[in-house]
């Protein structure tokens, strides 16, 4: 878990500093490893982490070849070491083993469709000093979080409420219907938020602003329920055995002791008996999934 934070907006730099470092500190407790920062005329970037890959060099905030760009994460890309190579063979070259300078070198790439090579869990920022535009995204189940405040002086984001309000413009008013929506879901649903004028970036979605523009929100990911007749029961069980080894490959990458916890849901519950998958009360026994969890150290 990592927090980022972040603003565009015409500050001095000594001004955007002390904001954007005051912003950061409220997400220690996100990241307790290290901290970085941000800060041009027009914008500022914040990022505590929780070191998990690239213990060395992984620092962020990441910028590419000629600093025109610069990414703050928090969450994890896991296939970053197929999409490193992929983009070194466009060119791209690398001076660390992170997952978040995927990130930079792939908007440089694809641009905004960058984030559909991702797959992950992540929410993060990266800030096109040529262009002057930011672009927020969330990843596609929403299991970051990530909020905003948009007004004509100042864009604010943040990984939590309590780093927004740290900034000078965001107001600290309740907004009664999301006060509404708590008591009638026990959440509140994006884009809501508890704050007024404060939203929450929905899930499958990127956010792209320019200093003194408007947000502009657009969805990149959703998930299809059309039924295909063509595929049999027994093919869709395959199916999913298959992508939930390759899930459970992909999470396991890290350059820290590993910890897996099995909730007891479908996902943790699922267990293969004579080439079906049924639901069971232990964890995983698909061969290589059962594998991969004995062989994982649990801290």
Not at 110 to 139: H, I, K, N, P
Not at 242 to 263: E, H, I, K, T
Request: aromatic share 8%; net charge negative; hydrophobic share 35%.
């Amino acid at each position: 878990m990592c927090g980022i934070a972040g603003f565009v907006g015409d500050k001095t730099e000594r001004e955007a500093r002390a904001i954007i470092e005051r912003m950061t500190a409220t997400l220690v407790r996100r990241g307790p490893d290290d901290q970085g920062t941000y800060v041009d005329q027009s914008a500022a970037l914040g990022v505590r982490r929780l070191a998990v890959i690239d213990l060395r060099t992984g620092h962020q905030p990441v910028s590419n070849e000629d600093g025109t760009l610069c990414a703050v994460q928090n969450g994890e890309i896991y296939n970053f070491r197929s999409l490193r190579e992929r983009l070194r063979d466009l060119g791209h070259v690398f001076r660390t083993q992170s997952d978040t300078e995927v990130i930079v070198h792939a908007y440089e790439a694809y641009g905004e469709d960058c984030v559909t090579y991702l797959e992950g869990m992540f929410a993060f920022a990266v800030w096109d000093s040529r262009q002057r535009m930011l672009l927020l995204a969330r990843d596609r189940m929403g299991e970051k979080p990530l909020y905003y405040y948009a007004s004509p002086d100042a864009f604010v984001f943040g990984s939590e409420l309590r780093a927004l309000l740290s900034h000078p413009a965001v107001p600290r008013r309740l907004d009664l219907a999301s006060l509404e929506r708590y008591l009638a879901f026990e959440y509140i649903p994006a884009p809501h938020s508890i704050l007024a004028g404060v939203e929450k970036l929905p899930p499958g979605h990127v956010l792209t602003v320019s200093p003194g523009g408007k947000p502009h929100v657009a969805r990149y990911w959703d998930l299809s329920f059309t039924p295909d007749p063509t595929v049999s029961e027994q093919e869709w069980q395959e199916a999913l055995l298959r992508q939930l080894r390759a899930s459970v490959r992909a999470q396991l990458v890290s350059d820290v002791p590993l910890g897996l916890f099995l909730s007891g849901g479908v996902d943790s519950s699922l267990e293969r008996h004579g080439g079906t998958c049924q639901p069971g009360l232990v964890g995983p026994t698909g061969e290589d999934v059962q594998s991969r969890l004995h062989r994982a150290e649990l801290r």
